[in-house]
C-alpha cells in the first residue's frame, strides 16, 4: 500500500524517485481544484491540466524550500502553488476586462458558499482533530479526486458541480445544454462510478490506487 508520509520523508531526505511518485499520487487531487477554480472565461482557451503541470513542474523544482514534515502541510504548500499560478493565468488573460464578481470568487480564498474552496476534502466525513485523523481525510480527498477523474466526462462534470459546487439542478442543466432529468441521470450513474472505483481500490484492483 502507498505511504504517503514515507513517501515524503523520503523525499525530504533527497530521495528523487519518492518525491516524484508522491506529486503523482495527488496529481488528480489538483486537478480536480483547478477545475474548481478556473475562471469559466478562461476554460475556452486554457486547460486546467496545464496548470496541473505547471504546479506540478514548480513543485518539483522547488521541493527543497517545503519547511513541512506531514502530508497536510505539503497539501497546502501544493494548493498554494496551484491558486498562484490559477491567479496569474486570470491576470494574464481577462486583464483588460473589469473584475467581475463572478471572477472574485473563483479566485478569492472564500467558496461559492461562504466556506473555503477546498470544499472537496469536506465531501470526507469530518470531525478529524488529530494529526492521523486530518491525514486520513487527506488520503480519503485524493482518493475521490483519483475516483472522479475515471468517470465518463459528462458524469465528472455534473458531480463536481452538483457537489463541489453545490449548484442545483436546473443551474447544472442550464449550463451543461441538457434537461434536469438528463443531469439527474448523470449524476445517478456518477455516484455509481465512485462506489464501483472505490469498491476496486478497496480490492486492490484499481489501476491508481
Given at each position: 500500500?502507498?505511504?504517503?508520509?514515507?513517501?515524503?520523508?523520503?523525499?525530504?531526505?533527497?530521495d528523487?524517485?519518492?518525491?516524484?511518485?508522491?506529486?503523482?499520487?495527488?496529481?488528480?487531487?489538483?486537478?480536480?481544484?483547478?477545475?474548481?477554480?478556473?475562471?469559466?472565461?478562461?476554460?475556452?482557451?486554457?486547460?486546467?491540466?496545464d496548470?496541473?503541470?505547471?504546479?506540478?513542474?514548480?513543485?518539483?523544482?522547488?521541493?527543497?524550500?517545503?519547511?513541512?514534515?506531514?502530508?497536510?502541510?505539503?497539501?497546502?504548500?501544493?494548493?498554494?502553488?496551484?491558486?498562484?499560478?490559477?491567479a496569474?493565468?486570470?491576470?494574464?488573460?481577462?486583464?483588460?476586462?473589469?473584475?467581475?464578481?463572478?471572477?472574485?470568487?473563483?479566485?478569492?480564498?472564500?467558496?461559492?458558499?461562504?466556506s473555503?474552496?477546498?470544499?472537496?476534502?469536506?465531501?470526507?466525513?469530518?470531525?478529524?482533530?488529530?494529526p492521523?485523523?486530518?491525514?486520513?481525510?487527506?488520503?480519503?480527498?485524493?482518493?475521490?479526486?483519483?475516483?472522479?477523474?475515471?468517470?465518463?466526462?459528462?458524469?465528472?462534470?455534473?458531480?463536481?458541480?452538483?457537489?463541489?459546487?453545490?449548484?442545483?439542478?436546473?443551474?447544472i442543466?442550464?449550463?451543461?445544454?441538457?434537461?434536469?432529468?438528463?443531469?439527474?441521470?448523470?449524476?445517478?450513474?456518477?455516484?455509481?462510478?465512485?462506489?464501483?472505483?472505490?469498491?476496486?481500490?478497496?480490492?486492490?484492483?484499481?489501476?491508481?490506487?
Open positions: 500500500m502507498f505511504d504517503s508520509q514515507a513517501k515524503l520523508s523520503a523525499a525530504k531526505d533527497g528523487s524517485q519518492a518525491k516524484g511518485e508522491l506529486l503523482d499520487r495527488f496529481r488528480p487531487y489538483l486537478n480536480v481544484i483547478a477545475q474548481r477554480l478556473l475562471d469559466d472565461r478562461l476554460k475556452g482557451r486554457m486547460d486546467h491540466n496548470l496541473v503541470q505547471a504546479t506540478y513542474l514548480e513543485a518539483s523544482r522547488d521541493f527543497d524550500s517545503f519547511r513541512g514534515d506531514t502530508i497536510e502541510s505539503f497539501l497546502s504548500w501544493l494548493r498554494h502553488i496551484l491558486r498562484n499560478n490559477i496569474s493565468a486570470h491576470q494574464e488573460h481577462l486583464q483588460t476586462q473589469k473584475r467581475s464578481a463572478r471572477l472574485e470568487v473563483s479566485i478569492n480564498p472564500v467558496g461559492v458558499s461562504g473555503s474552496p477546498m470544499q472537496f476534502e469536506q465531501l470526507i466525513p469530518s470531525g478529524a482533530s488529530s492521523s485523523q486530518r491525514l486520513m481525510r487527506n488520503e480519503a480527498a485524493a482518493m475521490l479526486a483519483a475516483c472522479i477523474e475515471h468517470l465518463p466526462q459528462t458524469q465528472a462534470e455534473a458531480i463536481r458541480m452538483r457537489y463541489l459546487e453545490g449548484q442545483s439542478l436546473k443551474q442543466a442550464d449550463r451543461m445544454s441538457k434537461t434536469e432529468m438528463a443531469v439527474a441521470g448523470l449524476l445517478k450513474r456518477g455516484l455509481q462510478g465512485l462506489r464501483d472505483e472505490i469498491a476496486r481500490i478497496k480490492t486492490g484492483t484499481s489501476s491508481f490506487w
